[in-house]
């Protein structure tokens, strides 16, 4: 038997009335989206939870049945049910009709729209990965196939399923893709609260450290002021030569050459802020020269003199009890935090067709849970669904390459269709590339917008990533501002664990969540929401050699929309080609959006802060609702937790900006605390007032005009007191926005960049004005341009572009252009070139260039470099006044992976 803290709190039979049993087959009606259907010939269906399914018992939709001898149908608002009465589920005996998009679905119909889902790792892979199917569907259903898991018995032990009952759970929601996670963990089980410190930044690496140098190097990041909140010490904490048949992976005796004081390690972490924890491969069990050997030999009823290692069988409760209590619990009470399960086990083990990594990651989860103050999670690999329970997930030894980093922002957005919502990846990379400094900074700017930003590489020499190790003194700059952001970004993403926690949805999602009836949130991968109030979308590939810039391509959504960083101005509804320096990061807010940020601090920053940076973005109506509580323990679930409710309200030449007086336990927050505000396209103003409970009071303010935004300090604030700011335009304007063309900026800015002849730069620059007026005046400078440069200011100028994605699972070759109604340029398919001008042309395939056009190469020849086919498009072609100026062409080629 187990003890008692691996017991369920589950609910997995549910009410009678949202049952219908018509002989042998059953129909459960969860949610009015959601219904469980279960066929068995013998009539014996399945009540207890199963790996995937935990809650059943769910509140009562309202549905209506319909029944005659031949037939029923159940119908709720979503969907409706038709069953010809005594069949097994065929074709021809069951359908269900998706009411909202009237799609009808039948037993082994293949769901061509699935959005996919993710995958167990990323081991020894470099670039793409075929991922698993998800719940999320453009056809608008999910079937999800619950009949092969293995059940939790009076135990809570997994047992098989007897007979072969068919039971699946059908998904019927249209585009409402939210609505589907919703469902999902409401029966599968929700996506627990991570502690607060998760959050900051981890250093991780392969080395064999000694205990000094380990102390040397959080010292050394703290004087470089480099922020971490958990320090990993990897598998040389123990004894690796071990002189008998264990390989060494295995181990869980500390090496004391190494470390001599491990207690006092432990507390170093701590005194510094940090957490810690042991990187684990258990597969190889307990071998002799572990000093816990006696202890697991006694338990396990071995002769210790016949020095038979302990086997591990994550299977045999024996075992299990005795792993937890011998190898594990005495550690957690010197201070280790968590365990890193490095997944060894394969896919088998002592019970047929249980993969035992589902075993491991729930026993360790439960075991960490065990001190009811103390939220458990683990860190380990993916182990199918229902592991939403179990964050978060270690994506395995990624490839140091572009193509990895480029597939990672897909990925780990991708894994919210199956309600996955924290991966965490080697930042960086793990091993072989070629240790770019550029790769490594444009990774940790994902992982700065990512769920878990972990750095992490293997031994080597050269594969050193502290960040104050490179050269170049602006990778040193760039690489310590983005970890400090990290830091800054901490209530922001507590709050969106907060979300995940209570609504079930991940704080990396696909744009297609918000805009699922948008064509453009189907194709544009690279990007994805980050929370509630931001679309990120980082640069993953290295800069051009001539252009000297990084690209990428957006599609910012119908309204208004800013880049966080530089306050630019774009409009919605349109694809963006964006150009930047290391510094940069694609990140933008709409308008309405606010931003709760720290200050940016060299060390710590993970606590509920003294002050809070207040980012609003003008030009809508916008709230925000911070959520805060004591980060780590399990009191919220009692209530232990507060709100700050912040809003602005737009009224075209004011803005409004109201903090409310802190909601809950307050004494969790400082009592008092700076506020800071900081007030995006805005124009310049000193109609600025401030209240606090209706008392006026004194502000500082200052203006920058390169990024078009008002700062507001000065404001101490009583957790019970509210805050409003007026802020009015100047008597004259007729508005406070400040959307300013930076055109002319960019395409300077650009220039600069450029690895291009000074003197072409200067006459560039001379007639900049002229060329944006009219952008058929750049013609006579392309000649002696690069395919790059000519690109690049074409984007800019002409506001359209082609874009292929290859690191998805379906490649596309987007065609864009924000000024569609404008004939000057067209676009022929087959070689897939867009023309500038008026060119005229025999061809029959060219044709103007829509707002947006998706094509699908075929797959035969373009998906993932399949039978080695090569890809080429010619990416642009110039032709004013009927005759060739010019040609810019870029290939893209295709290797096999």
Partial sequence: MLPGHFSLDVKPVASEDTVVRLGNARFTVLTSRLIRLEYDPNGEFEDRATQMIWYRQQPVPAFAVQQDQDFLTIETDAFLLRYTVGQPFTTKSLSIQVKANHVIWHPGDVNSGNLKGTTRTLDGINGYAPLSNGFISRSGWSLLDDSATFVLNENFWLEARSGSTVDWYFFAYSHDYKAVLRDYCAVSGSVPLIPRWILGNWWSRFWAYTQDELETLINDFEAHEIPL?????????????????????????????????????????????????????????????????????????????????????????????????????????????????????????RIEGLDPLWLINHLHFQDLGRNSDQRPFIFSRWGNEGHQRYPIGFSGDSYMTWDTLRFQPYMTATASNVGYGWWSHDIGGHTSGDGDSELFTRWVQFGVFSPILRIHTTKGYFYDQRPWMFDNAEVRNVLRDALQ?????????????????????????????????EESAYHCPQQYLFGTELIVAPFTSPADPDTRLARQVVWLPEGDWYHVFTGEYYSGDAWHAIYGTLKDIPVFAKAGAILPLAPKQGWGGIDNPDTLHIHAFAGADGSFTLYEDDGDSRNYLKGESCTTAITQRWLGQRLDLTIAPVQGKTDLIPAVRNVEVTLHGVKATECIAAQVDGKSIDLATSYDVATESLHIQGIRLNVSAGLCIQVQARTGEDTLLSRRCRKRETLLRMLRSFRLNVGIRNLLAEHIDAIIANPDELAPYLVPMKASHQRALCEILYEAGIHYIADTHDPVLLIMWNNCDDEAITYRYGDGYLEFGFLRSAHHDIDRVPRFKAIIPDVKTWSHGALGEHVQLTQWQLDIDYHRLATVSEHYHEETP
């Fill in 485 to 517: 952001l990290r830091h800054a970004l901490v209530p922001y993403l507590y709050t969106m664990a907060w979300r995940a926690h209570t609504e079930s949805l991940p704080l990396m999602l696909p744009m297609y969540y918000e805009y699922p009836e």
């Fill in 229 to 349: 909140s958990v320090c990993i010490v990897d598998m040389d904490w123990h004894i690796t030569e071990t002189g008998n048949d264990c390989t060494g992976w295995t181990g869980y005796t500390w090496n004391k050459e190494l470390f001599p004081d491990p207690q006092a390690l432990i507390d170093f972490f701590h005194e510094k802020g940090l957490r810690t924890t042991l990187n684990l491969h258990p597969a190889e069990g307990v071998h002799p020269h572990e000093g816990q050997y006696p202890a697991m030999v006694q338990r396990m009823g071995i002769d210790p003199a016949s020095k038979t290692p302990v086997e591990f069988d994550i299977t045999d409760p024996t075992f299990v009890n005795a792993y937890f209590e011998i190898l594990h619990h005495p550690y957690e009470a010197m201070g280790i935090d968590f365990w890193w399960l490095d997944w060894q086990q394969g896919l088998t083990c």
